[in-house]
């Protein structure tokens, strides 16, 4: 249906949303009282439970073992018989995982050829290509052993008056580095923190260590080292300690800034885009209103030959066949669903499952399983084909839409998104997630009004507008494409603004 149809005040005809032909479950909007009267594609339900904004009621009988469908697609089966007008949840739909007969690509889908007239930003091209949207000093530590040093050196340059071109002095702390598997962890974790150190909207950086660490800050100097000239590399036990550490970085960083402060924003196409998308505190409304919204936005960009990011793994589990629908060829395709499997591998080894995703929070906004968040997450990357899916931090070096293997915890899924390239994220929330990254700017689209009124502080946008009738899904997206070109030219976010700077690399091994 046309959510701008649904008027704003409840009636029985638009007080439930039924998102597509084949559910046998619609959407409350608005809170259902036991008794009240529905009007669903002209069948007349009476609601036989309350049911919250947000959550499922039958408007068909459901047999016992028989599939419960919503976007089309199955999201789990009837523990018991399900009259219309019951609330569908937890309390009587199973999970289970399904099996999928893949539909893999038979031939190539090239890159489109760019359109002539591209918008474009205001901001700082780098030597390799790539642009900034930020202009920052980073002091990133090797290990948590100079993380709180990291930090010292980051604050002490609070109080001081930086140029107009300098966004700040940011540290990266973090509790890994050491106690290592030496492998595939090792290398997770190198290749986070260089593309932290390379990221384009670091003008220039300290790679800061003890000096006894697994990960030694060698790893990332040398001539042959991304923005070698940029780097500066330091230990404390080099240094004389924390205090000496913290001088000399602080003589460094001081000479890094002029050299910043010359850099200035410049037009930029918009072609230069790298978009992640990330949603948290997710809720029913999720897949109805900002992750669509923001799948147009992400349509628009890949049309200018710009690129959009969708992470977390463990939230496609469940749409990984319509993903595959969309891969570019069939090795785009392996490679995404590699991801999927190494990750139930990951999972079974601590005798987990991909349904332990779903928070608390998520099943009260009337989320029931992983398979129903997954298919509204997936909306996020909106209708183009997939050209290329790639491991947690790799570098992001494909226009159009890109699919990145993270967990979908957001720190993160946020910290590989940053490290891969990503210049701005999008991140959708329904119950309110407050999450930023150090150098990177977050908008918060906010999935339901509720939410974004009693969180204003921390919301860019609000998608609620379009189960409220008042917008278009279109209109959003619109909204949302206008707001990252902003956002790439220097707006703040409310994540700026309230100092958001969460960074978490993922640690995949054991500790030693």
């Known amino acids: ?126 030597e390799d290509g790539r642009a900034g949207t930020r202009n920052y000093i980073a002091v990133v530590a090797a290990s948590n052993c100079a993380a709180h040093t990291a930090e010292l ?114 037009e930029i196409p918009a072609s230069k885009i790298v978009l992640g998308l990330n949603c948290g505190g997710s809720d029913s409304f999720s897949g109805i209103t900002a992750n669509p919204a923001l799948g147009i936005c992400c349509d628009m960009l890949a049309r200018i030959g710009a690129t959009a990011v969708l992470a977390e793994t463990t939230e496609c589990f469940g749409a990984e066949h319509l993903l595959v629908r969309r891969a570019r060829n069939r090795k785009v395709a392996e490679r995404f669903l590699s991801f999927i499997t190494s990750y139930k591998k990951y999972l079974d080894r601590f005798g987990g499952s991909f349904n332990d995703n779903p928070s608390p929070g998520n099943k009260d906004g009337g989320l029931t399983n992983i398979l129903e968040k997954s298919l509204g997450a997936a909306a996020k990357a909106g209708s183009t084909p997939m050209m290329d899916a790639v491991d947690y931090a790799e570098r992001i070096t494909s226009p159009g839409f890109v699919f ?12 590989g998104l940053a490290a891969g390239g990503c210049n701005l994220i999008a991140f959708t929330t329904g119950r309110g997630s ?11 689209i906010a999935t339901n009004s509720n939410t974004y009124r009693r969180m204003r502080d921390n919301m860019d946008i609000n998608a609620g507008v379009i189960a409220e009738g008042e917008e278009s899904l279109e209109a959003v997206g619109r909204q949302i494409f206008d707001t990252v070109l902003r956002v790439a030219s220097g707006e703040k976010t409310c ?10 690399p993922w640690r995949i091994g054991p500790v030693l």
Request: glycine share 10%; hydrophobic share 40%; charged share 20%.
């Open 434 to 444: 407050a999450i930023g990254f150090p150098t990177i700017p977050v908008i918060k």
């Open 404 to 415: 990145m293997n993270t967990p979908g915890y957001d720190p993160v899924s946020l910290t």
């Open 153 to 266: 050196i980051a604050a002490s340059f609070d109080d001081e008056k930086l140029p107009p071109n300098v966004d700040g002095v940011v540290a990266f702390p973090h509790g890994e580095g050491c106690g290592h598997t030496i492998g595939p962890d090792t290398e997770q974790l190198r290749r986070t923190l260089a593309g932290v150190l390379a990221h384009p909207n670091v003008s220039a950086a300290i790679i800061l260590g003890l000096g006894c660490e697994v990960n030694q800050i060698d790893h990332y100097l040398g001539p042959n080292a991304p923005r070698s000239s940029r780097l500066v590399g330091m230990t404390l036990q080099g240094s004389g300690g924390t205090r000496g550490a913290l001088e000399a970085a602080r003589r460094e960083i001081h000479s890094l800034i002029e050299s910043a402060a010359g850099e200035e924003r410049t």
């Open 495 to 504: 994540a700026e603004r309230l100092g958001h700077k969460e960074f978490v």
């Open 1 to 126: 249906m046309e959510l701008l149809e649904i008027a704003k005040l409840p009636t029985e005809e638009n007080s439930a949303i039924h998102l597509n032909p084949l559910d046998n479950v619609a959407i409350a909007r608005v809170p259902l009282a036991a008794g009240m009267k529905l009007r669903v594609d002209g069948v007349a339900i009476t609601v036989l439970d309350a049911v919250p904004a947000g959550h499922k009621v039958a408007v068909a009988r459901i047999q016992p073992g028989e599939m419960v469908h919503r976007y089309g697609q199955a999201i789990g089966r009837a523990k018991l018989a399900i009259e219309p007008g019951r609330h569908v949840h937890t309390h009587n739909i199973s999970f289970e995982e399904l099996t999928f007969a893949y539909e893999f690509p038979q031939g190539e889908i090239p890159y489109p050829a760019l359109p002539k007239n591209v918008p474009t930003f205001r901001g700082y091209l780098r």
